[in-house]
């Protein structure tokens, strides 16, 4: 039945007849295989002579985002989707031991057992985030893997830039911030011996909707659809899959090189007063990072502090930011 939602993934009336004659199929079984997917929960109109229309509203299943992808490999192996999952990083990790491509991805509309950096539980509601992990095999070193969370957090941001949603900046080392509120996660999980990456697992949240943000976080977190109408979430995912490509490109040719003055650029934590909280937790400035990731933090001494992302929370002096 995935053929006759394909046809319809267009947003155009498709005639019965038309789709007969292209699927080499009977009125009648098209008609069936039509009442079926209505019967799953898809949305098809009939529009007497016009024929069937497809409103797919906010979906993210593959069928409707596979084929306009513009990537070569991301999003374009192994796609598994499902209503709800554990942990879409979870499913990820099981496509590695299978066997599964560089390029394959796990999304769904709900997590219940989501998760965050340094074990943090990650709340995902159904139908208002994106979440998601890819399954990457990058030609990159153990000591380069922190660099993919900063090429994450570029392409996304840079995505939804283009999908008019401006502003987006990135907190060191994972967060994306919108007008000072955390929209988006980002969960780096490495497979690897000392000599080289064997997988890659690069789990994202994104709060699209209102919904996404339970209570308790609203101080800190919000939603693109707070402040923006937002795109939606399938066109989110194709236009980041599409980034996160070339900068993939990019890093693996010439390490952080390829995304230093990008990351820049966003970082709302370079040049300002932040708190390191971890064994021991101080105060200082936000001087730089290294070409590893790591972020070179000048304590109020003059003593500069070599700061870990897998190790710390940094957080704003004056605030989350």
């Given at each position: 039945?995935?053929?006759?939602?394909?046809?319809?993934?267009?947003?155009?009336?498709?005639?019965?007849?038309e789709?007969?004659?292209?699927?080499?199929?009977?009125?009648?079984?098209?008609?069936?295989?039509?009442?079926?997917?209505?019967?799953?929960?898809?949305?098809i109109?009939?529009?007497?002579?016009?024929?069937?229309?497809?409103?797919?509203?906010?979906?993210?299943?593959?069928?409707?985002?596979?084929?306009?992808?513009?990537?070569?490999?991301?999003?374009?192996?192994?796609?598994?989707?499902?209503?709800?999952?554990?942990?879409?990083?979870?499913?990820?990790k099981?496509?590695?031991?299978?066997?599964?491509?560089?390029?394959?991805?796990?999304?769904?509309?709900?997590?219940?057992?989501?998760?965050?950096r340094?074990?943090?539980?990650?709340?995902?509601?159904?139908?208002?985030?994106?979440?998601?992990?890819?399954?990457?095999?990058?030609?990159?070193?153990p000591?380069?893997?922190?660099?993919?969370?900063?090429?994450?957090?570029?392409?996304?941001?840079?995505?939804?830039?283009?999908?008019?949603?401006?502003?987006?900046?990135?907190?060191?080392?994972?967060?994306?911030?919108?007008?000072?509120?955390?929209?988006?996660?980002?969960?780096?999980?490495?497979?690897?011996d000392?000599?080289?990456?064997?997988?890659?697992?690069?789990?994202?949240g994104?709060?699209?909707r209102?919904?996404?943000?339970?209570?308790?976080?609203?101080?800190?977190?919000?939603?693109?659809?707070?402040?923006?109408?937002?795109?939606?979430r399938?066109?989110?995912?194709?236009?980041y899959?599409?980034?996160?490509?070339?900068?993939?490109?990019?890093?693996?040719?010439?390490?952080?090189?390829?995304?230093?003055?990008?990351?820049?650029?966003?970082?709302?934590?370079?040049?300002?007063?932040?708190?390191?909280?971890g064994?021991?937790?101080?105060?200082?400035?936000?001087?730089?990072?290294?070409?590893?990731?790591?972020?070179?933090?000048?304590?109020?001494?003059?003593?500069?502090?070599?700061?870990?992302?897998?190790?710390v929370?940094?957080?704003?002096?004056?605030?989350?930011?």
């Amino acid at each position: 039945m995935n053929h006759i939602l394909e046809m319809l993934c267009s947003g155009d009336y498709v005639s019965g007849e038309e789709m007969s004659r292209k699927l080499n199929m009977t009125r009648a079984a098209v008609w069936k295989r039509i009442e079926a997917l209505r019967e799953e929960g898809w949305d098809i109109e009939s529009g007497g002579k016009k024929g069937y229309h497809l409103d797919a509203g906010d979906r993210i299943d593959p069928v409707l985002w596979e084929n306009g992808l513009q990537t070569y490999e991301l999003g374009r192996q192994t796609n598994r989707y499902a209503y709800s999952l554990d942990s879409t990083n979870r499913q990820v990790k099981q496509m590695a031991i299978e066997g599964c491509a560089h390029g394959s991805l796990a999304l769904c509309e709900e997590q219940t057992a989501g998760r965050g950096r340094l074990g943090r539980n990650w709340f995902s509601g159904p139908g208002v985030g994106l979440w998601h992990s890819l399954l990457l095999r990058p030609r990159l070193k153990p000591s380069e893997a922190p660099l993919v969370t900063f090429a994450c957090a570029c392409a996304m941001a840079e995505a939804l830039e283009k999908l008019g949603v401006k502003g987006v900046c990135i907190k060191w080392p994972n967060d994306l911030i919108l007008q000072g509120k955390k929209i988006c996660g980002i969960l780096n999980e490495v497979s690897c011996d000392m000599d080289q990456i064997e997988y890659l697992v690069l789990g994202v949240g994104l709060n699209v909707r209102k919904g996404a943000v339970p209570e308790a976080l609203a101080e800190k977190a919000g939603c693109i659809e707070d402040f923006y109408d937002p795109p939606l979430r399938r066109t989110i995912l194709s236009a980041y899959l599409l980034e996160m490509e070339r900068i993939m490109k990019r890093i693996e040719e010439t390490g952080f090189d390829g995304l230093e003055q990008e990351y820049r650029v966003r970082s709302c934590t370079l040049g300002r007063k932040v708190q390191v909280i971890g064994t021991q937790t101080f105060e200082g400035t936000a001087r730089d990072m290294d070409a590893a990731g790591a972020l070179l933090v000048e304590d109020d001494k003059g003593v500069l502090h070599r700061v870990l992302a897998g190790d710390v929370s940094v957080r704003g002096v004056m605030g989350y930011v």
